[in-house]
Structures are given as C-alpha cells and as structure tokens.
T-cell receptor
Framework: GESVGLHLPTLSVQEGDNSIINCAYS??????FIWYKQESGKGPQFIID?????DKRQGQRVTVLLNKTVKHLSLQIAATQPGDSAVYFC???????????FGGGTRVLVKP | DAMVIQNPRYQVTQFGKPVTLSCSQT?????MYWYQQKSSQAPKLLFH???????NEADTPDNFQSRRPNTSFCFLDIRSPGLGDAAMYLC??????????????FGPGTRLTVT
C-alpha cells in the first residue's frame, strides 16, 4: 500500500448497502495482500487476505479483488452494518518478506 | 485463547522520562514487531525481531530501543520521550515467511501520552 498523508478518506454508506474500499500498491513484486479493520482505540484486526496467484477471494460478507496489472486491491463489504464502522487498511508484502507495507487507510461510516 | 497482550493500555510519562512498553504473546510466533501509529495514519514500523535477530527500520530514531528476552516477550524502550512521541504503540506477531506466515496479529495497543 501507499501512505497517502494525514487525511483519511472517508466512505459514508447507508446501513444495508454494499461498501467498496479501494487501495493502490506500488511494489510489483508484492505477493501477498491483506485487509485489516481497526476500530477506534483498538489494534488492527485481520479481515481477509489474498495471494498474487488469485484475483478474487471471498469470506463472510467480504470479498477481496486483486488487479495486478494496475496494482489495485479492493475490499467489498456486503450489507454493511453499524459494526463495520472502522478504519480499513490494506497491506502488502513480497514473498518471503517479513514486513507489511500499509496503505493510508479509509474510514467507513455506516449511517443507520 | 492465543493472543497478543500489551501492557499497560494507557501510559502517561513526562517529557524526557524513560518509559517501557511491554508486549507478550501466546502464539509462539517467530517474529515480533513494534509499530507507532498517530491519529488518522497507518501504523509505522519501528523495528522487528525475527527470533533473536533485531531489524531496525532506517528512519527509526535512536531514542527508540527494543529488547526481546525470550520468544514470548518484547519490550519497547523510549529513552527520552518527546511530545512528538505521543502516539498509539502497537505490537504484532507473525509466524514468519512461508506459505502461511505473512499475517500479522496485533495487540490492542498502548496509548502513550507525554506531558
């Protein structure tokens, strides 16, 4: 991911609607990609991951899409709920890498 | 439950007074990380240990040090905290490189206030 500065982009979504969060990464050698959810005052929590040999992976209410051609990652949340309100970070690493490179984060606000 | 534990959750220290934050894990993971996170920013990696091997990030100030006395524990020492060091400090662990080793498991963080 790419750190984009001090201002977090915000996605405001109506409860029940689908959310799409986007992330650009810069390292063409990145092999593993992960999405984290961070609620206020807590540590990041794993949501879903994907390897570079896949372009789509689904979890419970979440789908991650990977487009290696344009180095783009997205997280789709189906039927967004109030508990989904948080900051979402993408991160990536190379094969055999120990370190994650975090993107700048997107704040999701769910409106009742 | 296996987890990453950080103590204390909130720490207040005075300008220039050394402070130590602690992290422990029950996951038996090889790698332990320390991150600094300021408001509305992504976590910033300070350093990590792969087993006993210490790996410092190039832009981590000398004011920040770390110790890992055993697999389970890792400490972050801030020798002379400045006002700019006020932040959330996150500890994380991972198994290490491999087919399933990339995910990092984060602790709840320690919120550091410098007065």
């Amino acid at each position: 991911g790419e750190s984009v500065g001090l201002h977090l982009p915000t996605l405001s979504v109506q409860e029940g609607d689908n959310s799409i969060i986007n992330c650009a990464y810069s390292n063409s050698a990145s092999d593993y990609f992960i999405w984290y959810k961070q609620e206020s005052g807590k540590g990041p929590q794993f949501i879903i991951d994907i390897r570079s040999n896949m372009d789509k992976r689904q979890g419970q209410r979440v789908t991650v899409l990977l487009n290696k051609t344009v180095k783009h990652l997205s997280l789709q949340i189906a039927a967004t709920q109030p508990g989904d309100s948080a900051v979402y970070f993408c991160a990536d690493t190379e094969a055999a890498g120990n370190k994650l490179t975090f993107g700048g984060g997107t704040r999701v606000l769910v409106k009742p | 439950d296996a987890m990453v534990i950080q103590n204390p959750r909130y720490q207040v220290t005075q300008f220039g007074k050394p402070v130590t934050l602690s992290c422990s894990q029950t996951l038996n993971h090889n790698v332990m990380y320390w991150y600094q996170q300021k408001s509305s920013q992504a976590p910033k990696l300070l350093f990590h240990y792969y087993d006993k091997d210490f790996n410092n990030e190039a832009d981590t100030p000398d004011n920040f040090q770390s110790r890992r006395p055993n697999t389970s524990f890792c400490f972050l020492d801030i020798r002379s905290p400045g006002l700019g060091d006020a932040a959330m400090y996150l500890c994380a662990t991972s198994r290490g490189p491999g087919t399933s080793g990339y995910e990092q498991y984060f602790g709840p963080g320690t919120r550091l206030t410098v007065t």
